[in-house]
């Protein structure tokens, strides 16, 4: 079931792997739908993630790849197609989704989604809020839905540290851990700058206590043993350990993988760069281990269930997206800024968005 659509597509469009600085637009065939389960969305806006930029260059090229490559995971629009066994949308719903593997490619004017991933927009969100939301807020929950599950007593009334307070995932973790999982108390590093900021924009979700990390160190701050939960943004896994109790865990998006969990989502990833990341994942349990820590390395799965809950959460006051910089497709010059400044992973607020004009 479809409605008219063109033909071609504007795109964000890689003939390489590359650094932002060669990011171009260019023109793409349509997606087109081939198993029963799809639906075509016409994307209105798409965030961008760390993992983006990192597949368009040196981390791309130990999973190969087929060029012309697309970019991005996340996306709001409308759905414009479904397939033939699609019953829970309907042709103009409004949704968004983080999309799979084989769907990526999100900074264009079209793009492909299973229902399982896709989820109806929150009514009181901008396509370009929306847009925010799916990797980084789904990445934060099942990271602290971990915690809950496997810190003693779940995670309410405890302290948990999540650095980089004012990042797309952190920003996302630290309102849910006050909010929805009841932190007694939420630790953050920021620099001097976003100190201030990030009471402006989070408002009574704000962390209750901030390390400047240029000039403090958070053992200096809280003290040995003082954090049930660590959400590791950043790599500081291994330097924020004293700091977390024994007893403890650490979840962690920043160091390598998991690698059985990596190649179940990214099939084309060698089986000897599975066996390294495994190899490098048993060290960091054990060397966790020895100090009574727990230690999780977190692949994503993105799902609509997920979605849902997110959705419930904002229209209820309790998570709102932060949208640092918004550009255009048309924009080329803009997105490669946007890009680049993800990849160095300094300075930015919130979550990087493309709205698709």
Same mark, same amino acid.
């Given at each position: ?40 969305? @016409? ?33 709001? #629009? ?19 989704? @983080? ?65 980089? #307070? ?118 960091? @349990? ?37 949208? #640092? ?21 300094? #300075? ?10």
């Amino acid at each position: 079931m479809t409605s008219k659509i063109p033909t071609t597509m504007r795109a964000i469009a890689l003939t390489k792997f590359c650094t932002p600085a060669e990011y171009d637009l260019g023109t793409l065939p349509m997606p087109k739908i081939t198993k029963p389960d799809e639906l075509l969305i @016409r994307v209105r806006a798409a965030s961008v993630n760390p993992v983006d930029v990192k597949l368009a260059s040196s981390m791309g090229k130990m999973l190969g790849g087929k060029f012309p490559s697309k970019l991005g995971y996340d996306l709001a #629009g409308e759905v414009v197609a479904i397939g033939n066994e699609v019953s829970t949308f309907k042709i103009g719903d409004e949704v968004y989704s @983080r999309v799979a593997t084989e769907h990526k490619g999100t900074l264009a004017e079209y793009c492909l989604s299973y229902v399982s991933t896709t989820a109806l927009k929150p009514p009181s969100l901008s396509f370009a809020e929306a847009a925010a939301i799916p990797l980084a807020a789904q990445t934060a929950l099942q990271s602290l839905d971990f915690g809950e599950e496997h810190v003693t007593g779940g995670l309410k009334g405890k302290v948990v540290y999540i650095p980089a #307070g004012l990042s797309g995932t952190g920003s996302f973790a630290i309102q849910l851990a006050k909010n929805v999982f009841g932190a007694k108390s939420v630790v953050t590093s920021l620099s001097p700058g976003k100190v201030n900021l990030i009471g402006e924009l989070m408002g009574e979700s704000a962390p209750d206590v901030i390390v400047d990390y240029t000039k403090q160190k958070t053992l200096d701050v809280m003290g040995k043993g003082s954090v049930d939960f660590m959400f590791d943004t950043v790599g500081e896994t291994i330097k924020g350990l004293s700091v977390v109790k024994r007893g403890g865990m650490i979840v962690s998006i920043s160091l390598a993988p998991q690698g059985t969990d990596f190649k179940t989502k990214n099939p084309s990833l060698p089986i000897y760069i599975e066996y390294i990341l495994n190899v490098v994942d048993w060290v960091l @349990r054990t060397y966790t281990g020895w100090f009574g820590v727990s230690y999780k390395s977190l692949v994503l799965q993105g799902n609509s269930k997920d979605l849902e809950r997110l959705s419930a959460w904002v229209e209820q006051g309790k998570l709102k997206p932060i949208v #640092g910089s918004l550009v255009t497709l048309s924009d080329v010059e803009g997105v490669r800024k946007g890009c680049q400044q993800i990849l160095d992973g300094k #300075g930015g607020v919130g979550k990087f968005v493309v709205e698709i004009d």
